[in-house]
């Protein structure tokens, strides 16, 4: 049986192939939708992460209606047209004014809608929290927060009248400006690397421990929403020494900040991540190398064990 959508919680959730993350967010790193390219890396030694699994990850079928995912539709439009599209662009430099906090720079974005803006980075958090995948499954809000989020996505996506979004960007603009009293503002980062110019060994990471604020990369983002307190307690990326977060906080509905992830700290959160993952994968087959020795009576000590372990890592090739 269906379930019902999880952002308007009255439709049946029909939609099949939701994008999690949008597809353009993603393009730069796995390729252009129907054709991407991307690996899986989990802490299970035996699974290969030498498999190429294009899209089958970032999609999911039924967690939301037809109708909801064309309003998101609508919001990922209009960031992919202000955002994406022009702020690596030379001739466009001037909608993006760039302020030099005590720590770190960020840069003003004046010319998108402060609240498709909002809208569209809570619309990627909430679907990452409500997947299965087994990308984002470990990601979870708090259930009352995926509440809240989806209440007031719902409440300000346009309007859609027999399956068609009814509602023009001028006419929703407007609608959002008359509305903004209702707008219920989440504080969080945003930081976006530094014009990279490859971006295909990017990672999408999103940390299962951290909650203040909770950690997520996606390509070249790193969001840290600050959904549960202003605290800035876990440091999961180590950041917080490279930015002054209370200056690179959204924190309000009308201001939009992108901070700048300079490409050598981007690329340092890669190697630890990469480090990371490793260490785990090497922490199973140790596990696993000492159950065998003792299910066969074999007496433990540390030079079989390293041994056995260097043999199992050749053999997949970590
Ligand atoms: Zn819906």
Redesign the pocket.
């Known amino acids: 049986m269906k379930q019902t ?1 999880r ?2 919680k ?2 049946e959730a029909n939609q099949t192939g939701s994008h999690i993350t949008s597809a353009f967010l993603l393009a730069s790193q796995i390729g252009k939708r129907g054709n991407e390219k991307s690996f899986l890396i989990s802490t299970d030694p035996k699974q290969n992460y030498l498999e190429d699994r294009k899209d089958k990850d970032v999609k999911e079928d039924y967690i ?2 037809s ?2 995912e064309k309003r998101l539709s609508f919001i990922e439009n209009i960031f992919s047209a202000e955002i994406t599209n022009k702020i690596e662009v030379e001739k466009y430099s001037q909608n993006y004014i760039s302020v030099a906090a005590e720590t770190g720079i960020y840069l003003n974005c004046n010319k998108i809608n402060p609240i498709a803006f909002h809208l569209f980075f809570y619309s990627v958090i909430l679907r990452i929290s409500i997947s299965t995948q087994s990308l984002y499954n470990h990601f979870n809000l708090e259930a009352e927060l995926e509440d809240e989020l989806s209440f007031l996505l719902d409440l300000f996506l346009p309007v859609v009248i027999n399956h068609k979004v009814a509602q023009s960007v001028d006419n929703w603009e407007k609608m959002v400006e008359y509305c903004q009293d209702l707008f219920s503002f989440f504080p969080y980062i945003v930081l976006k690397s530094r014009n990279q110019s490859n971006k295909t060994g990017n990672y999408q990471w999103y940390d299962n421990v951290s909650k203040e604020p909770y950690h997520l990369m996606l390509n070249e983002y790193i969001i840290l929403p600050f959904f549960n307190s202003l605290v800035y307690e876990d440091d999961f990326f180590q950041l917080k020494d490279h930015i002054s977060y209370v200056d690179f906080l959204n924190n309000s509905y009308d201001c939009v900040k992108l901070g700048i992830l300079e490409n050598e700290l981007y690329e340092s959160i890669i190697v630890d991540l990469q480090d990371q993952a490793t260490s785990a994968r090497l922490k199973e087959i140790r596990k696993e190398v000492i159950g065998n020795l003792i299910a066969n009576n074999i007496p433990i000590d540390r030079a079989t064990v390293d041994a056995l372990v260097e043999m199992e890592v050749n053999k997949l090739n970590m």
């Open positions: 959508c952002l308007c009255k439709n939301l209606c109708d909801c």
